[in-house]
């Protein structure tokens, strides 16, 4: 097992303290980083005691430990998972070699690249969620929300470590650049676009927990395959914490559309918003607008980088060492779905430049178990409408599909029928403006707004009306 040293001033499992350098160097960054905490992350709530979960040690048992912590006394630090003895790089080029416990030289640029790129989105959503702890629908809810906000900063604290550590100079400016860029800024904005876009109520934090942090998921998950060993490690700790905020987004929506269905069935109607709630064609929207803006974040279908990645070492596939063939792919082939005339039809390509479009199938898979629970809801409730994942063509701005105009169906469509359709397949802002009424603090323990069911239990064993944060 590896315990985690908690006396040190950075709680860690890498022997901080025989690293003088680098702990000056990351002691450094500290204050700066609760600068940017208290500028930029949850607003209000600083100082109430939030019933949270803290890394103590990185084995499956013992890691979380559960009590009441004020947000910027969080131990963040840094913490890797176990090394595996005599670890070898899985695929590309070297695979079979040892994998490597310092960075080869050659691959230096692309692996900062990779690193400051997953680093920027941790801090990006705090910044996106910062507004939403004073609209909470619940104390359950509130604290979930701060779990996830401070598990992101110490995603940031994790990619920071690898660039301070690894990277000298440069390394470290680029993690001074990781407080410095802004989600939505128009001057310095974060790296990718849907980091970028607002999340201005409960429904779109919902669905961007369910969607967005799934797509961190996928792209920790073969950032876990590295050569790079300690990127490695750092990633197979992050995805524990990962699995926690795709709960909360799966069983967010889930809520609300319990929600929805019983409003349908008490009052015998379909107008669920007369009676307070969110209705399913709008959780469809939602969904259409997430989704997309999620697909987008895996890159375009054909990529050399993503090529050039897997071929050096660097980021792997989904489940790599799971699967059975060469692990080098140089005369392989993968399905792409392109366009072929008006219709979508799937195109046998070169593997290793469509290894974006391979993870982006991954996550497809995955999103869509997600939906299907959705809709045992719905029929549990016996109400005949079904929740689907749009096409993946559907409203993307990256990649092959970028400035298509396609329905969620999967045809194309002139620009007029995508101006006269748009209401009924994206967000409105009669939506926004609908959601955004809804959005009334409930903070009494046990106590949930209108538009959501609560939780089937509660959080590590408490009862759902336990005092999740304390208020008063
Ligand atoms: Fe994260
Ligand atoms: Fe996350």
Redesign the pocket.
């Given at each position: 097992m590896a315990g985690i040293d908690y006396i040190s001033k950075i709680p860690n499992n890498v022997d901080l303290t025989s690293n003088r350098r680098l702990q000056r160097a990351l002691e450094d960054w500290q204050p700066k980083f609760l600068e940017w905490w208290q500028d930029m992350g949850p607003d209000g709530f600083q100082a109430r005691e939030t019933y949270l979960r803290t890394a103590t040690s990185v084995d499956a048992q013992g890691w979380a430990q559960f009590g009441y912590v004020k947000m910027p006394d969080y131990r963040w630090g840094i913490f890797l998972a176990d090394p595996e003895p005599d670890r070898r790089i899985a695929f590309g080029d070297y695979k079979g070699q040892p994998a490597w416990q310092d960075i080869p030289g050659e691959h230096r640029g692309a692996l900062r690249r990779l690193i400051v790129t997953q680093g920027d989105?941790?801090p990006a959503?705090v910044e996106q969620q910062r507004h939403l702890g004073r609209t909470c629908p619940s104390l359950y809810d509130l604290r979930n929300l701060f779990q996830?906000n401070v598990?992101?900063g110490r995603?940031l604290w994790a990619m920071v470590y690898l660039l301070q550590a690894y990277f000298g100079r440069d390394g470290r400016e680029e993690a001074e650049q990781l407080l410095q860029r802004r989600s939505g800024d128009r001057d310095k904005p974060r790296i990718l676009g849907a980091f970028n876009e607002r999340t201005p109520d409960w429904l779109a934090y919902f669905m961007f927990?369910f969607f967005?942090?799934r797509d961190?998921?996928y792209q920790l998950a073969s950032l876990a395959e590295s050569g790079f060993d300690p990127l490695s490690r750092t990633c197979r700790f992050?995805l524990t914490?990962?699995a926690?905020?795709?709960f909360v987004g799966e069983t967010g929506v889930g809520r609300v559309v319990q929600r929805a269905c019983e409003i349908m069935r008490e009052h015998k109607t379909d107008d669920v918003r007369k009676h307070g709630g969110i209705d399913l064609p709008m959780l469809q929207r939602y969904l259409n607008f997430h989704y997309s803006v999620s697909l987008d974040l895996f890159g375009s279908e054909v990529s050399t980088n993503a090529a050039n990645f897997y071929t050096a070492g660097l980021k792997g596939r989904f489940e790599e060492t799971k699967k059975d063939d060469d692990h080098q792919l140089k005369s392989a082939t993968y399905p792409v779905i392109a366009l072929n005339g008006d219709a979508f039809a799937k195109r046998d390509e070169p593997a290793l430049p469509s290894l974006n479009e391979r993870l982006r199938d991954d996550y497809v898979v995955d999103c869509d178990r997600g939906v299907q629970r959705w809709n045992q809801v719905i029929k549990r409730h016996g109400i005949d409408v079904e929740l689907t994942l749009p096409h993946r063509a559907f409203h993307r701005a990256i990649g092959a599909f970028a400035g298509l105009r396609v329905s969620p169906d999967g045809r194309v469509v002139s620009q007029a029928d995508w101006e006269a359709r748009r209401a009924e397949w994206l967000p409105t802002p009669e939506d926004e403006a609908y959601v955004a009424s809804l959005m009334k603090p409930v903070v009494e323990p046990g106590k949930f707004a209108g538009w959501i069911a609560p939780p089937a239990r509660g959080i590590n064993g408490q009862p759902v009306d336990f005092e999740y944060v304390r208020l008063g």
């Open positions: 989105t941790e959503s996830v598990e992101e995603h927990t967005t942090d961190g998921k992050m914490e990962e926690h905020h795709m």
